[in-house]
């Protein structure tokens, strides 16, 4: 007969084998180096040298042993260099998910809630009768039943169409996001890294919504002198340019995606940290980084008032705290009636998970 085993608890141990530890720093090594392994596993040397992450019975040789074998990384014979693979860019982003938003369980799908009942797909509590037309699919039994027994007695048992009640189903409102991420030159200087946060916000907002909210559509855009899409599979390799800031360039772009989804609910999300400094006009570019340029951001009003009028709200994380620029964020938040956040960098994701959820409060019909 087995009984139970005790061993010695050991408040170092995480329970996890040498790899994973290893693992999870060479993840998040990753997200810094957009995707650099090379670069990463230098710097795991390093953090082994100081801080003794190897042991004489695993090195760092057979962590990256381990990373071919697991499928994390491999050879890039064309490039001549070892690259991450499918397996490492999901692993990013669900483990940016867990970081940023917690650990969330898994819930139905297309669970966005409205204030709209009729033959949905999600239960409510709330009952009616039965009228011409419902699906049986749609009949409460038990209530039924009940309803039955109560207007016509136990012993001479009998069910009427008065007696039929219909379970309420709300419908799941889709929402299709576009999220907007400055990559301009300020995201990486005076000494803060701004586009690590704003990446790791992407990939756990794109994992959230692929995983939780699979009838939603989520679109990333960025913008620096121009705007374009990316791939979510492309997040940990994204990286800053040597870009001026044109939100306008991003706006419209935001726009022209989501004049294509069928959706009915459609929102912007937008992360930058600076003024919009630069306008694309015919083939050259307008710039001016010195001031708030009212040609430039006269320009992004009337986009913000275009988002306005076809319902499209667009909700602003502004990671920088300069009062004047504070100043234009809350007029384009207002011709826009939508929202705006000054959120410091480590309230990023929260900020934006609580807005995402709070998101489907709002349910055109």
Known sequence: MIGNRFIKYDPNSSGKSKFEQLLD???QLLTYTNGDVSEALQWMNELDKQYQLTDSEYGMGDFIDELKENGYIKDDENKGQIVITAKSEQSIRKRSLEEIFGKLKKSRQGDHNTKKTGQGDEISPDHRPFQFGDMMEQIDFTESI?????NHGVESFSMREDDLQIRETDFKAQTSTVLMIDISHSMILYGEDRITPAKKVAMALSELITTKYPKDTLDIVVFGNDAWPVEIKD???????????NTVAGLELAMDILRKRKNTNKQIFMITDGKPTCLKIGGKYYKNSFGLDRKVTNRCLNLAAQCKKLKIPITTFMIASDPYLQKFVTEFTETNNGRAYFAALDKLGSFIFKDFESGKRKTVY
């Open 25 to 27: 720093i060479f993840m």
């Open 146 to 150: 009940r309803n039955a027994q109560i």
């Open 235 to 245: 997040l940990p390799y994204l990286q800053v340019g040597p870009y001026h800031t």
